[in-house]
């Protein structure tokens, strides 16, 4: 068994990989060398990556791949995706095209709000607190006027901050509820920063106050953090189109195909099962954009998630209708997303990403992103209530399966000529190389 470590942070790179390797691993030499592999020979920029998170090792690659004629707004995208699920960015360019010449894809911001919270414990009389917070408030803008100065001066800062009763649903439990606008930065650094100085402001006039008495003085700050939760920092993306021009090339008339379409979003309406998947598929496009564009796709699946449960139970984040002969379908979901901070200014890639979106502000990012979303559930529920999703993500996974089984690129090229006409399980292809390799 591995003996724990003490200092591991402080040892070289090259210490680090050793002690990982013969740790670890059955073949040490061969995990270092793998290791180093995927070094990269420009030093500055794996010093760069090196830097972005505590004992790097190496670099872990996805595919960074492109989804074009996104036609968003009247403005024609190509959209930058880091994913490594085979069929996401084939499915996404697929709904592309297909909007494409239906209108485009329409976007809205319904708000830029962000939200972070000083969460601490009163154990007084509540008017008091009040009469207090009601006394301090300015203060709280005073003492971050430091933080807050570059922000404003741009247009944003903090909008406001709200005195919170808690205590139904926890003993002595108080929130300084706050909002802010951080324009194009997502704004987390900002926001915490703020929090911070909020709450030593609270403790220090609460010390210092004469509305509140002696045995209410000391208040108990808990957590300062912003919350991933910004249910007001909200984008719609959406399409429509005449029923008859969604085409019957899908094997069933258009009309069936606009109704099979809202029947499978009710679906996901009412059921969470379906509902997980349903929205997973959304992820695929929203996660890959997210992740191209340095954000933070954590935080956007946890707020998206929440979002989708807001009304007590876990529910699609896309719509769809069909009305006065139209087939309408939409995303709602919040996205506190920068273009600028953060990765966006330092990571090579994520800038090229952003320079082929055309170097968009924070709302058209939303708006994009929102899209990206939007267009790979209605490729998925598309294929879902026609031929089956199968058919289309085997089509993508072949390769791969290939690869695995250490096909040669002429075998690749003959069984991607094959499965063109023929449907590929994982075993129809197991199959079809071994008959190319003349084994029974
Ligand atoms: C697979 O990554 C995503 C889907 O399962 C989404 C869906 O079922 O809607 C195809």
Not at 107 to 126: A, C, D, P
Not at 147 to 160: E, L, Q, S, Y
Request: overall charge neutral; charged content about 20%.
């Amino acid at each position: 068994m591995p003996l724990p470590i003490e200092g591991f942070s402080k040892l070289s790179k090259d210490e680090k990989i050793r002690w990982i390797a013969e740790q670890y691993t059955e073949d040490p030499e061969a995990s270092i060398s793998l290791i180093k592999k995927y070094w990269n020979d420009d030093r500055k920029l794996q010093q760069l990556h090196d830097e972005f998170i505590e004992n790097t090792l190496t670099n872990y690659y996805l595919p960074l791949g492109i989804a074009p004629n996104f036609l968003i707004d009247g403005e024609l995208y190509a959209i930058p995706m880091a994913i490594e699920e085979s069929s996401v960015v084939a499915a996404a360019s697929k709904a592309a095209k297909f909007w494409l010449t239906r209108g485009g894809f329409k976007t809205s911001v319904l708000g830029t709000e962000k939200i972070g919270q000083v969460h601490f414990m009163y154990r007084g009389n509540k008017a008091r607190l009040e009469k207090f917070f009601d006394a301090i408030k300015p203060k709280f803008y005073k003492e971050t006027a430091a933080i807050t100065k570059n922000m404003v001066a741009r247009g944003g800062g903090i909008r406001n901050i709200e005195l919170r009763d808690k205590t139904l649903d926890l003993k002595d439990y108080f929130q300084l509820h706050c909002s802010f606008d951080t324009l194009d930065a997502m704004g987390a650094n900002f926001i915490n920063s703020c929090l911070e100085q909020f709450a030593k402001t609270l403790q220090k006039e609460a010390g210092a106050s004469t509305i509140l008495q002696n045995t209410e003085k000391d208040i108990e700050v808990v957590m300062s953090i912003l919350s991933n939760y910004v249910p007001q920092c909200l984008v719609r993306a959406e399409v429509s189109c005449n029923v008859d021009d969604l085409g019957s090339d899908m094997g069933v008339s258009a009309m069936e195909f606009a109704e099979k379409m809202v029947r499978a979003v009710s679906i996901a309406n009412v059921e969470p099962h379906r509902a997980v998947t349903h929205n997973k598929g959304i992820m695929n496009g929203i996660d890959a954009v997210v992740l191209a564009t340095g954000n933070d796709f954590r935080a956007v699946e946890a707020g998206i998630h929440a979002y989708a449960s807001r009304q007590g139970s876990y529910k699609s984040l896309t719509q769809a209708r069909i009305e006065n002969g139209e087939f309408h379908f939409w995303i709602e979901i919040p996205l506190a997303l920068g273009t600028v901070g953060g990765l966006t200014s330092l990571h090579p890639l994520v800038k090229l990403a952003l320079e082929i979106l055309q170097k968009p502000n924070a709302k058209q990012l939303m708006g994009i992103v929102a899209v990206a979303g939007l267009a790979q559930n209605f490729a998925a529920v598309q294929s879902l209530v026609t031929t089956g999703i199968q058919q289309g993500h085997m089509k993508m996974h072949l390769l791969n399966i290939l690869n695995q089984m250490n096909a040669s690129e002429g075998e690749k090229k003959q069984l991607v000529e094959y499965f063109k006409k023929h449907s590929a399980t994982h075993h129809a292809v197991v199959e079809a190389l071994d008959q190319l390799r003349g084994k029974s």
